[in-house]
C-alpha cells in the first residue's frame, strides 16, 4: 500500500511558477508509475504529467514545455515544476501512484492561477 501526501499549491498570478511535492510512504523506487492529474468541476479529471521508474516523462498537451515532472527516489518525492502558470490551469492537483496494477491517490492541492 502506498500513501501520498501533496503540498505547495496555493495562489499564483499568471506568469508565475509553483513547485508540487508528493510524499510517498516508503521508497518509491518499486513505484512504477508516478505522476500528476488535475481536476476542475464540471470537468474530467485531467492528465498532466506522469514519470516512470527510469525517469521517462509523459505531458499533457496543455502543459507541454510549461511543467516539468522529475523523482527523487532518496525522498521518496515526485515532483512537479510548474512555470508560465495561466487562468486555466486552476484546478485540484492530485499525485497517483501504480504499483503492482494498484492506483493510489493524495488529496489533491488547490492550485489557482489568478490576478
Known amino acids: 500500500q502506498v500513501q501520498l501526501v501533496e503540498s505547495g499549491g496555493g495562489l499564483v498570478q499568471p506568469g508565475g511558477s509553483l513547485r508540487l511535492s508528493c510524499a510517498a510512504s516508503?521508497?518509491?523506487?518499486?513505484?512504477?508509475?508516478m505522476g500528476w492529474y488535475r481536476h476542475t468541476p464540471g470537468k474530467q479529471r485531467e492528465l498532466v504529467a506522469t514519470i516512470t521508474r527510469d525517469n521517462n516523462t509523459n505531458y499533457g498537451d496543455s502543459v507541454k514545455g510549461r511543467f516539468t515532472i522529475s523523482r527523487d527516489n532518496a525522498k521518496s518525492t515526485v515532483y512537479l515544476q510548474m512555470n508560465n502558470l495561466k487562468p486555466e490551469d486552476t484546478a485540484v492537483y492530485s499525485c497517483?501512484?501504480?504499483?503492482?496494477?494498484?492506483?493510489?491517490w493524495g488529496q489533491g492541492t488547490q492550485v489557482t492561477v489568478s490576478s
Open positions: 497517483n501512484a501504480v504499483l503492482l496494477l494498484e492506483q493510489y
Open positions: 516508503g521508497s518509491i523506487s518499486r513505484i512504477a508509475l
